[in-house]
């Protein structure tokens, strides 16, 4: 086989294979992709000459697949479904599509992330609206399941059966302490010290705080670690503002402090042998079909890459 050749293969080659794979009769394979017979077996012997093998074994009974057909068929009909996806995404795109998005998002991504997704949605499609309900990730997960919302972006895994979830954009867990606590200048802490120290955390249901305790249990062998809480606050800028004002150290969203941290009004403290990486997740229910205005507005939030991508 000379691969170099693969190269020079065209979508109209891979159509005529498919074509035939399924028909299993030139005749009816040719009508179907509206050539001459002639036409589609030409097809069919260039692309036999440039992969170096027969694909299409030919007898008086009929056609059927070499085993090498077969692979190539195979991967024909993922490429020909990838361009049956451009083509509709791109028409997508063209249309002048409006109408209304209702979405739910947890605190980072309805502060830090969507923002910059909204702008570029406003400048490539300006009829479109979306209305953001914010709310902790268990909250929004049940908006999207109730139909107050059709689609969400949380910050831990899908906890629901009946959802549908795919990562969309990356985060960081990171400690944070006021620049004048012992460990700014400090090397890094263990677990026993952070859980000693006074701590600000998240309240119940946030994707932060479960994903963080999640972790942390991994970490210390499938036990859970207790805390010196001396505060537990509904939002990220409530947090922040605690450390902030000295309170205590907390784990934040790196989105959240990345501002702080760049200004030296906060210290990014590293955690001895613990690195809390995490997706948001952009979920919908698994029975809804999306309106085109819906399409567009999520394949906006999925071109959008973060400084962490």
Not at 90 to 100: D, T
Not at 164 to 185: F, K, R
Not at 212 to 219: G, M, S, T
């Amino acid at each position: 086989m000379n691969r170099d050749l693969f190269k020079f293969i065209t979508l109209q080659q891979m159509e005529a294979l498919a074509c035939l794979a399924e028909e299993r009769n030139f005749s009816a394979a040719a009508r179907k992709m509206m050539l001459t017979q002639p036409s589609l077996s030409k097809h069919i012997r260039n692309l036999e000459d440039l992969c170096g093998c027969r694909l299409v074994n030919r007898t008086r009974a009929g056609i059927s697949m070499t085993p090498e057909g077969s692979i190539l068929y195979g991967y024909a009909k993922r490429i020909l479904r990838l361009r049956d996806e451009a083509r509709d995404k791109m028409a997508l795109s063209m249309e002048s599509v409006s109408g209304i998005v209702f979405a739910g998002a947890s605190t980072i991504p309805a502060t830090y992330l969507l923002p910059p997704v909204l702008t570029a949605l406003r400048k490539s499609h300006p009829d479109i609206t979306v209305r953001i309900v914010t709310g902790d990730s268990d909250i929004v997960v049940h908006m999207v399941l109730t139909g107050q919302v059709e689609l969400g972006f949380i910050g831990k895994p899908v906890p629901d059966r009946r959802l549908l979830g795919e990562p969309i954009w990356n985060d960081e867990i990171v400690l944070v302490a006021h620049p004048d606590h012992p460990w700014a200048s400090s090397g890094g802490v263990g677990i026993p010290e952070l859980a000693r120290e006074p701590f600000i955390e998240r309240e119940k249901g946030s994707g932060t705080r479960s994903v963080f305790e999640e972790r942390l249990a991994e970490h210390n062998g499938g036990e859970t670690v207790r805390f010196n809480v001396v505060s537990e606050m509904g939002s990220t800028e409530a947090v922040k503002e605690s450390v902030l004002a000295g309170l205590g150290v907390s784990v934040l969203s790196l989105h959240a402090v990345r501002r702080e941290l760049e200004l030296g009004m906060l210290v990014r403290v590293p955690m001895t042998g613990l690195r809390v990486l995490r997706p948001f997740y952009l979920i919908r229910k698994k029975q809804s079909v999306l309106l085109p205005h819906q399409e567009v507005f999520a394949d906006t939030a999925r071109a959008f890459r973060t400084d962490l991508e």
